[in-house]
């Protein structure tokens, strides 16, 4: 790492400048005929002969207070080599490869997803507590295991940790579809005992699986995508884009695949899920390793600094070593010993101090709603009517614009820098939700929250602000990838999915509280306070950044 830090704590990954012709620093410049001839591949990855060394005359650190102005700069004239860095930066059947493992790692995760809560609606119709309590003890399983998650991504063999996550997604899905298939065919026949313990196997099944889809998240988005990219800024900005590009196609197609098959069984919706999960295994299997061979930087082995640096940065974590001697003589270890099967708590410290803090925890705060056509929404819209071939509709809807936010926001961030993007985004979504709710509330037919036209207009107000939604989650992720440095990129990322695993656990306890269909509008209304509150956070760290939150229009500038 360089020993360049961001002043106060604000350590970010190394950045680097190609001087121009004019002497200034830009982040990029077209190669010429002679550097084209003589380009030799970047430093990672291996191509059977050594990448030159970057020498002073090509290469220079910015400092801190340069790493945070890139975040907010303006680059207006720089398409064209913007173009020329990603084509460059990236070979082509690498990217392909890895789009190919992420695709089928998503596809089959967002297939289950959907899939799996759609199956309980049809085997427990007419209430929300089967379903949030499966996904409320999903991602409570979760945060249990999030910090040794996240201890085993930054320490561990790359290669180990994307082969223990697409055994651990595919082995509980098809144990998962078999035991659906029980409850569905012979539900009646079991009696009440059996089935609540084929349900409760069904649900920690659940658990495994949500723990190896997000460590392969994180794996790949978090890490791979910056060891690939060689910490190139605009190759990451766009291979980030298209990873998210891809998630959102996964969401749009493979709900409606699995609604598709529905309409005509459920029972043959879930063999479909199932032969779906077991034939894809050994093309991600084996693209992910092509990947990993070919590019030698994800190949070193693990620093020591990666334990050391967090345990140095943990104090907790040194006390948590005089536990056992402590715990007989005060309550204090057995109440951080609680705390932390909810949250890592070795690693809060940290992740609270750090500098992204801030956007992080309002991207986390968005996970705490039932605005999502997930479990919840998805029994309440067909509690009140909805097939679900209009589930399915309605979920691609919601999708298509969800995608367009992969295109969106980029060129937002282009435009207007990474943290104003963010703002224009949670804006939009704050704006399209404010909508939704007070169609949602105007009762135009007399019918109350609870008709099929009501829950339409919510459905819109949902569906618009996804563009909002996934365009923020694109710039915290920027913010998060150019300010938490590799050592630490496990651990803050875990921390982070903690919490939005957590706020989602909150959301399924809503339902669980209000639990019929006609008490809906309740956790409606907590879960858009809440993404209020996100935009408030995200205000505040964007004052902090920047001094201001908003440029004043000229007409009113006065000189002094």
Same mark, same amino acid.
Request: a positive charge; charged letters at 15%.
């Given at each position: 790492?360089?020993?360049?830090?961001?002043?106060?704590?604000?350590?970010?990954?190394?950045?680097?400048?190609?001087?121009?012709?004019?002497?200034?620093?830009?982040?990029?410049?077209?190669?010429?005929?002679?550097?084209?001839?003589?380009?030799?591949?970047?430093?990672?990855?291996?191509?059977?002969?050594?990448?030159?060394?970057?020498?002073?005359?090509?290469?220079?650190?910015?400092?801190? +207070?340069?790493?945070?102005?890139?975040?907010?700069?303006?680059?207006?004239?720089?398409?064209?080599?913007?173009?020329?860095?990603?084509?460059?930066?990236?070979?082509?059947?690498?990217?392909?490869?890895?789009?190919?493992?992420?695709?089928?790692?998503?596809?089959?995760?967002?297939?289950?997803?959907?899939?799996?809560?759609?199956?309980?609606?049809?085997?427990?119709?007419? +209430?929300?507590?089967?379903?949030?309590?499966?996904?409320?003890?999903?991602?409570?399983?979760?945060?249990?295991?999030?910090?040794?998650?996240?201890?085993?991504?930054?320490?561990?063999?790359?290669?180990?940790?994307?082969?223990?996550?697409?055994?651990?997604?595919?082995?509980?899905?098809?144990?998962?579809?078999?035991?659906?298939?029980?409850?569905?065919?012979?539900?009646?026949?079991?009696?009440?005992?059996?089935?609540?313990?084929?349900?409760?196997?069904?649900?920690?099944?659940?658990?495994?699986?949500?723990?190896?889809?997000?460590?392969?998240?994180?794996?790949?988005?978090?890490?791979?995508?910056?060891?690939?990219?060689?910490?190139?800024?605009?190759?990451?900005?766009?291979?980030?884009?298209?990873?998210?590009?891809?998630?959102?196609?996964?969401?749009?197609?493979?709900?409606?695949?699995?609604?598709?098959?529905?309409?005509?069984?459920?029972?043959?919706?879930?063999?479909?899920?199932?032969?779906?999960?077991?034939?894809?295994?050994?093309?991600?299997?084996?693209?992910?390793?092509?990947?990993?061979?070919?590019?030698?930087?994800?190949?070193?082995?693990?620093?020591?600094?990666?334990?050391?640096?967090?345990?140095?940065?943990?104090?907790?974590?040194?006390?948590?070593?005089?536990?056992?001697?402590?715990?007989?003589?005060?309550?204090?270890?057995?109440?951080?010993?609680?705390?932390?099967?909810?949250?890592?708590?070795?690693?809060?410290?940290?992740?609270?101090?750090?500098?992204?803090?801030?956007?992080?925890?309002?991207?986390?705060?968005?996970?705490?709603?039932?605005?999502?056509?997930?479990?919840?929404?998805?029994?309440?819209?067909?509690?009140?009517?909805?097939?679900?071939?209009?589930?399915?509709?309605?979920?691609?809807?919601?999708?298509?614009?969800?995608?367009?936010?992969?295109?969106?926001?980029?060129?937002?961030?282009?435009?207007?820098?990474?943290?104003?993007?963010?703002?224009?985004?949670?804006?939009?979504?704050?704006?399209?939700?404010?909508?939704?709710?007070?169609?949602?509330?105007?009762?135009?037919?007399?019918?109350?929250?609870?008709?099929?036209?009501?829950?339409?207009?919510?459905?819109?107000?949902?569906?618009?602000?996804?563009?909002?939604?996934?365009?923020?989650?694109?710039?915290?992720?920027?913010?998060?990838?150019?300010?938490?440095?590799?050592?630490?990129?496990?651990?803050?990322?875990?921390?982070?999915?903690?919490?939005?695993?957590?706020?989602?656990?909150?959301?399924?306890?809503?339902?669980?509280?209000?639990?019929?269909?006609?008490?809906?509008?309740?956790?409606?209304?907590?879960?858009?306070?809440?993404?209020?509150?996100?935009?408030?956070?995200?205000?505040?760290?964007?004052?902090?950044?920047?001094?201001?939150?908003?440029?004043?229009?000229?007409?009113?500038?006065?000189?002094?």
């Amino acid at each position: 790492m360089s020993e360049e830090h961001v002043e106060g704590g604000k350590a970010s990954h190394e950045i680097t400048r190609v001087p121009t012709s004019t002497g200034s620093a830009s982040t990029a410049r077209k190669p010429d005929a002679a550097d084209t001839a003589e380009a030799a591949p970047g430093p990672g990855f291996d191509h059977g002969r050594p990448s030159p060394e970057p020498t002073m005359n090509n290469i220079a650190a910015v400092n801190a +207070t340069s790493g945070h102005r890139l975040l907010n700069e303006c680059d207006d004239n720089d398409d064209d080599d913007d173009l020329d860095v990603i084509s460059n930066s990236v070979p082509r059947s690498l990217a392909l490869r890895l789009y190919v493992s992420h695709f089928l790692s998503t596809w089959n995760s967002r297939v289950f997803e959907f899939g799996a809560a759609l199956f309980l609606t049809s085997i427990y119709p007419g +209430t929300l507590l089967p379903v949030s309590i499966y996904s409320l003890v999903r991602n409570a399983g979760y945060i249990i295991f999030a910090q040794p998650l996240g201890n085993w991504i930054n320490k561990g063999n790359r290669l180990s940790v994307i082969r223990a996550s697409i055994i651990g997604q595919r082995v509980p899905v098809a144990a998962s579809c078999a035991l659906l298939l029980v409850l569905l065919l012979k539900k009646d026949q079991l009696g009440s005992r059996k089935n609540a313990g084929v349900f409760a196997v069904t649900v920690f099944l659940s658990v495994a699986e949500k723990l190896s889809a997000t460590m392969n998240l994180i794996s790949v988005e978090r890490d791979w995508v910056v060891i690939i990219t060689d910490n190139n800024e605009i190759a990451r900005r766009q291979m980030n884009a298209r990873m998210r590009r891809i998630d959102l196609f996964c969401k749009l197609m493979g709900p409606l695949t699995v609604s598709l098959v529905a309409i005509a069984s459920t029972e043959i919706a879930i063999w479909t899920t199932l032969g779906m999960n077991l034939a894809s295994v050994i093309v991600e299997y084996v693209a992910i390793e092509q990947v990993y061979r070919r590019v030698s930087g994800l190949q070193r082995a693990s620093e020591p600094s990666r334990s050391s640096g967090r345990r140095d940065s943990s104090p907790l974590s040194q006390g948590a070593e005089t536990h056992s001697r402590s715990c007989l003589q005060s309550v204090r270890p057995v109440v951080l010993k609680s705390i932390s099967c909810l949250l890592p708590i070795e690693s809060l410290p940290f992740y609270f101090s750090h500098p992204a803090f801030l956007a992080s925890f309002a991207l986390s705060l968005l996970y705490f709603t039932v605005l999502s056509f997930s479990g919840q929404m998805i029994t309440y819209l067909a509690s009140v009517g909805y097939t679900p071939l209009y589930i399915g509709v309605a979920r691609v809807g919601s999708s298509i614009f969800e995608i367009s936010a992969t295109w969106a926001a980029p060129y937002l961030m282009r435009k207007i820098g990474v943290v104003r993007a963010g703002i224009w985004s949670l804006t939009w979504q704050m704006t399209c939700l404010a909508g939704g709710l007070g169609w949602y509330f105007s009762d135009f037919e007399g019918k109350g929250a609870n008709s099929i036209f009501a829950a339409t207009g919510l459905a819109v107000g949902v569906a618009l602000s996804r563009v909002g939604l996934w365009g923020f989650d694109l710039c915290a992720q920027n913010i998060i990838q150019d300010e938490v440095d590799d050592h630490h990129r496990g651990t803050f990322s875990a921390v982070e999915a903690s919490f939005q695993n957590l706020f989602e656990m909150l959301s399924y306890v809503t339902t669980i509280i209000f639990s019929r269909p006609n008490q809906f509008q309740w956790p409606v209304i907590i879960s858009v306070g809440a993404v209020y509150m996100a935009g408030g956070l995200y205000a505040y760290f964007l004052r902090k950044r920047r001094g201001h939150l908003f440029h004043a229009p000229r007409c009113v500038c006065i000189k002094a």
